[in-house]
């Protein structure tokens, strides 16, 4: 063992890292990044609470201690929880509108017969209208309403002979379900990330050998326009990037019996489109990186704030509203979404036009972009 | 009909900055159709800027330039053929396959470029090593190969960038007799070399310095001029005349 060679080797690798500028950069950045959204999403600080639509239509009942209607004493519980906040709706089917277009994570529908009902001793089912697709949604929503029933049953006035059994909470999914397994709310989510990565992965590494190799330059020295090359290199990798999907998508369906309540095609047509979009980022990434190692370095960057910051795994709506604005130019959130709504809620096309136009969007302007980086091998 | 022009190519106070660095500083430069040029000078001369700029892979800065009349690009890319420095070529493809896919960039049929392709394999001596993949070839045959993949167009002038860097005497000579011969069949060649020897057998040499051409004639002219034995020779003595004379 020689300290002067193994001291020599390593002061190589600081030298070589300081003539390389980018790497370090990429060095401080992501973990800087990845915290920084850790930090904030983790944290209480800086979130927004769950938006609730709560239609209360109790008529409540008069006592001898006075006029008591339980679903004002739960719509003000609700309105005291800080995790969500309550909006108010005309009608249950107002409500149940807002839930569909996703504007409220659910909706509370107070029956106008509860106090009745309770002083009555029947049953006294509060609806819970959920998306059903969305276990970060509909989570809080029914944990909310639970907490609300269950500080009534602590604090309600003695008089009323108030029980809590009678009262209970009912969630009613508008699509998909409340009680599917982890895996069948998960499988859109690890479709869409892994066709994501690997199709990343495979172009920006392909294209960036076509670079150092000098057959791009052979390329660019040809008649072939650069929307030829770009697309020839679309139409050459959109073929193995679908067939990796469907090999995931495959798998998930047949040995893991995930659930695919919707189409199949229609599934596929959501990756086909968000494909196009990842292998121009990868062709246009690929141009901003000098060798694999940055490539590689590059996948946190592009990949971490769509998982934080999509919907993948903290709900979009309890996001600060610039956030929230940027999480809606990640293929990503649109991707998950759509793929939950078709394969959880069993949507159809028409359901998810709005996400499949936003994917849509997302690949010509990749398209665009890549065209644009082709124009450094011509300049 | 528009009259053929008889320069294939005319570079005129032709520049290209690369930010601070000037690489082509107003270099002027007609070569002939149906010579062969050779561009002679240093490292950073500026003879790869010059051939990349004919290729249409960089824009000029400033100057004018012209290639069979009309500007570098891709609809002017159909009379050039561009030989890169290092063989540029599909490493895991075999030898017919990098062949046949330049000929399809360059708008022949699939039954064209495939005919092409066994044209040149027996014109570069690449015979029997069709389906052999790139990556298993040696370093002189990748450059045949990366010749053949230039030449599978048929184009009417070819950019050979340091062709015969790396390659052992026998090789480069061989090189050099198919350069004739395309030569002799019509083609025009605008060669950089950092060979002599390779100078020689050019119809002339221009000499690059700092972007310019210092000179320009046969070997022979050159040397004459110098009062050198030698190209290598000339080429000081027109830089130390440019340098006295006020590099204007």
């Given at each position: 063992?020689?300290?002067?060679?193994?001291?020599?080797?390593?002061?190589?690798?600081?030298?070589?890292?300081?003539?390389?500028?980018?790497?370090?950069?990429?060095?401080?950045?992501?973990?800087?990044?990845?915290?920084?959204?850790?930090?904030?999403?983790?944290?209480?600080?800086?979130?927004?609470?769950?938006?609730?639509?709560?239609?209360?239509?109790?008529?409540?009942?008069?006592?001898?201690?006075?006029?008591?209607?339980?679903?004002?004493?739960?719509?003000?519980?609700?309105?005291?929880?800080?995790?969500?906040?309550?909006?108010?709706?005309?009608?249950?089917?107002?409500?149940?509108?807002?839930?569909?277009?996703?504007?409220?994570?659910?909706?509370?529908?107070?029956?106008?017969?509860?106090?009745?009902?309770?002083?009555?001793?029947?049953?006294?089912?509060?609806?819970?209208?959920?998306?059903?697709?969305?276990?970060?949604?509909?989570?809080?929503?029914?944990?909310?309403?639970?907490?609300?029933?269950?500080?009534?049953?602590?604090?309600?006035?003695?008089?009323?002979?108030?029980?809590?059994?009678?009262?209970?909470?009912?969630?009613?999914?508008?699509?998909?379900?409340?009680?599917?397994?982890?895996?069948?709310?998960?499988?859109?989510?690890?479709?869409?990330?892994?066709?994501?990565?690997?199709?990343?992965?495979?172009?920006?590494?392909?294209?960036?050998?076509?670079?150092?190799?000098?057959?791009?330059?052979?390329?660019?020295?040809?008649?072939?326009?650069?929307?030829?090359?770009?697309?020839g290199y679309l139409l050459g990798f959109i073929g193995?990037?679908?067939?990796?999907?469907?090999?995931?998508?495959?798998?998930?369906?047949?040995?893991?019996?995930?659930?695919?309540?919707?189409?199949?095609?229609?599934?596929?047509?959501?990756?086909?489109?968000?494909?196009?979009?990842?292998?121009?980022?990868?062709?246009?990434?690929?141009?901003?990186?000098?060798?694999?190692?940055?490539?590689?370095?590059?996948?946190?960057?592009?990949l971490i704030p769509q998982v934080f910051l999509g919907?993948?795994?903290?709900?979009?709506?309890?996001?600060?509203?610039?956030?929230?604005?940027?999480?809606?130019?990640?293929?990503?959130?649109?991707?998950?979404?759509?793929?939950?709504?078709?394969?959880?809620?069993?949507?159809?096309?028409?359901?998810?036009?709005?996400?499949?136009?936003?994917?849509?969007?997302?690949?010509?302007?990749?398209?665009?972009?890549?065209?644009?980086?082709?124009?450094?091998?011509?300049? | 009909?528009?009259?053929?022009?008889?320069?294939?190519?005319?570079?005129?106070?032709?520049?290209?900055?690369?930010?601070?660095?000037?690489?082509?500083?107003?270099?002027?430069?007609?070569?002939?159709?149906?010579?062969?040029?050779?561009?002679?000078?240093?490292?950073?001369?500026?003879?790869?800027?010059?051939?990349?700029?004919?290729?249409?892979?960089?824009?000029?800065?400033?100057?004018?330039?012209?290639?069979?009349?009309?500007?570098?690009?891709?609809?002017?890319?159909?009379?050039?053929?561009?030989?890169?420095?290092?063989?540029?070529?599909?490493?895991?493809?075999?030898?017919?396959?990098?062949?046949?896919?330049?000929?399809?960039?360059?708008?022949?049929?699939?039954?064209?470029?495939?005919?092409?392709?066994?044209?040149?394999?027996?014109?570069?001596?690449?015979?029997?090593?069709?389906?052999?993949?790139?990556?298993?070839?040696?370093?002189?045959?990748?450059?045949?190969?990366?010749?053949?993949?230039?030449?599978?167009?048929?184009?009417?002038?070819?950019?050979?960038?340091?062709?015969?860097?790396?390659?052992?005497?026998?090789?480069?000579?061989?090189?050099?007799?198919?350069?004739?011969?395309?030569?002799?069949?019509?083609?025009?060649?605008?060669?950089?070399?950092?060979?002599?020897?390779?100078?020689?057998?050019?119809?002339?040499?221009?000499?690059?310095?700092?972007?310019?051409?210092?000179?320009?004639?046969?070997?022979?002219?050159?040397?004459?001029?110098?009062?050198?034995?030698?190209?290598?020779?000339?080429?000081?003595?027109?830089?130390?005349?440019?340098?006295?004379?006020?590099?204007?």
């Open positions: 063992m020689s300290l002067s060679r193994i001291s020599a080797i390593a002061l190589r690798i600081l030298k070589q890292f300081r003539h390389d500028p980018r790497t370090i950069a990429l060095i401080v950045i992501v973990p800087l990044l990845v915290m920084a959204l850790i930090g904030y999403l983790i944290g209480d600080s800086g979130k927004e609470p769950l938006p609730v639509a709560v239609v209360n239509l109790d008529r409540g009942a008069d006592l001898p201690v006075g006029h008591v209607s339980l679903g004002a004493e739960i719509a003000r519980a609700l309105s005291a929880d800080l995790a969500i906040a309550v909006h108010g709706a005309s009608s249950p089917q107002a409500a149940t509108e807002r839930v569909r277009s996703t504007e409220v994570a659910g909706a509370v529908i107070i029956p106008a017969d509860l106090t009745q009902r309770v002083l009555a001793g029947t049953p006294a089912p509060i609806r819970v209208v959920v998306g059903g697709t969305d276990p970060s949604l509909q989570g809080p929503v029914l944990a909310a309403t639970a907490g609300a029933v269950q500080s009534l049953s602590e604090h309600a006035p003695s008089e009323i002979g108030f029980r809590a059994p009678p009262l209970t909470v009912r969630a009613a999914p508008i699509e998909g379900g409340v009680d599917l397994s982890p895996l069948d709310y998960d499988a859109p989510i690890l479709l869409t990330f892994f066709a994501f990565f690997l199709t990343f992965l495979l172009t920006s590494v392909s294209f960036l050998r076509e670079r150092s190799s000098g057959t791009l330059e052979r390329l660019m020295a040809s008649p072939a326009s650069r929307l030829d090359v770009l697309l193995f990037a679908v067939a990796q999907a469907l090999l995931i998508l495959g798998y998930a369906a047949w040995v893991l019996d995930v659930r695919i309540a919707g189409s199949v095609w229609l599934v596929l047509l959501v990756l086909v489109i968000l494909l196009i979009g990842v292998v121009n980022l990868g062709i246009s990434l690929s141009f901003y990186a000098r060798n694999e190692l940055q490539v590689v370095q590059f996948i946190p960057l592009v919907g993948l795994i903290w709900p979009v709506q309890t996001l600060w509203p610039p956030l929230r604005w940027l999480s809606q130019l990640f293929p990503l959130t649109h991707s998950t979404v759509a793929l939950r709504a078709v394969m959880v809620g069993g949507e159809r096309f028409g359901d998810i036009a709005g996400r499949l136009l936003a994917l849509l969007a997302f690949s010509v302007a990749m398209v665009a972009v890549g065209v644009l980086a082709l124009r450094k091998q011509r300049a | 009909m528009a009259e053929e022009p008889q320069l294939a190519i005319e570079a005129e106070g032709l520049v290209r900055t690369f930010g601070h660095l000037r690489a082509l500083d107003g270099l002027s430069l007609a070569v002939r159709r149906g010579e062969i040029l050779g561009l002679v000078g240093p490292n950073g001369a500026g003879k790869t800027t010059f051939i990349r700029t004919l290729a249409g892979l960089l824009r000029p800065t400033a100057g004018r330039v012209t290639v069979f009349g009309r500007a570098p690009g891709p609809r002017a890319s159909v009379d050039v053929g561009y030989m890169t420095q290092s063989a540029a070529l599909y490493e895991d493809l075999p030898v017919l396959d990098n062949i046949v896919f330049f000929g399809r960039l360059f708008g022949l049929s699939r039954g064209e470029a495939r005919a092409r392709a066994a044209e040149l394999l027996e014109l570069v001596d690449l015979r029997g090593k069709e389906r052999v993949p790139v990556r298993s070839l040696s370093g002189g045959m990748r450059e045949l190969a990366n010749l053949a993949c230039a030449m599978v167009h048929r184009p009417r002038l070819l950019l050979l960038d340091e062709p015969t860097v790396g390659i052992d005497p026998v090789l480069r000579l061989r090189l050099w007799e198919h350069f004739a011969e395309l030569n002799a069949a019509g083609t025009t060649i605008l060669v950089t070399t950092h060979v002599m020897e390779e100078a020689e057998r050019c119809h002339r040499v221009a000499l690059i310095g700092a972007g310019r051409a210092i000179a320009v004639g046969t070997p022979a002219e050159l040397r004459a001029a110098a009062g050198a034995p030698s190209i290598e020779e000339a080429y000081l003595v027109f830089w130390n005349r440019r340098h006295r004379d006020g590099a204007s």
